[in-house]
């Protein structure tokens, strides 16, 4: 009951600053309560990092209210629920994973902390902590086989496929218009897009086999 209590806890927490984050998304506020520019709504939900903690949010509330029905109703936990939820956490994973070893280091190496200043703090750092936390320690069960782990790549490739279209329909002279090529990823051509592509989706397999491993690996030493 313990690990279910502490679940409860920190995915409550998970959904609050996902809305807090979007918050400060659409609005420009920051931590000192100034506010920034207004962003548009396209700018906003194009990224990958606010569609991965949007999922987050909204898993990590269905898994709130599951839980607290399987302790007052003593309903068992859905294992579908469960499957999304782990998808979701591969999905934040990437997020903060992608941050921190590939796009702090090619872009921000004069400012490692760039990509985490407000709404991005949440964002890329707190609530995939958080919620990559809570997946392998609190939310263990073992009717899961090793199949789930390619469901944990499906996210990521739509988001590719979608960055790639919308990219390439929108090339001028050979060269995708700015705003288009939103993380950098064609600005060395589509070859060299398609060979990181791949093997980010390897590296997504590989995030999605260690979180599901260790998820497994607590409950059998429980």
Do not use: Q
């Not at 994973?93 to 702090?104: E, N, P, R």
């Not at 985490?116 to 995939?128: G, W």
């Not at 996210?155 to 001028?172: C, D, G, K, V």
């Amino acid at each position: 009951m313990k690990k279910i209590l502490l679940s409860i806890i920190i995915n409550s927490i998970i959904f609050v600053l996902m809305v807090l984050g979007l918050v400060m998304s659409f609005t420009g506020l920051k931590f000192d309560f100034s506010i920034g520019p207004k962003p548009t709504f396209a700018s906003v939900m194009k990224f990958f990092t606010v569609e991965s903690n949007i999922f987050m949010g909204i898993m990590a509330l269905l898994f709130v209210i599951n839980a607290i029905l399987h302790l007052k109703a003593n309903k068992e936990m859905n294992r579908i629920l469960f499957i999304f939820k782990y998808i979701a956490t591969v999905c934040v994973a990437i997020t903060f994973l992608t941050v921190t070893l590939i796009l702090t280091p090619i872009f921000y190496r004069e400012n490692i902390f760039g990509l985490f200043y407000d709404a991005n703090f949440l964002f890329h750092f707190v609530i995939p902590v958080l919620s990559i936390i809570t997946f392998i320690l609190f939310e263990n069960r073992n009717d899961i086989t090793i199949k789930i782990t390619i469901t944990g790549m499906i996210p990521f490739i739509i988001y590719t496929i979608f960055y790639l279209i919308a990219s390439l329909t929108h090339m001028e002279n050979g060269k995708v218009v700015d705003g288009y090529d939103w993380y950098g990823f064609l600005y060395n051509g589509i070859p060299i897009f398609i060979l990181l592509s791949f093997v980010m989706i390897l590296l997504t397999y590989l995030i999605s086999f260690i979180i599901y491993y260790l998820n497994k690996k607590l409950y059998k030493s429980e």
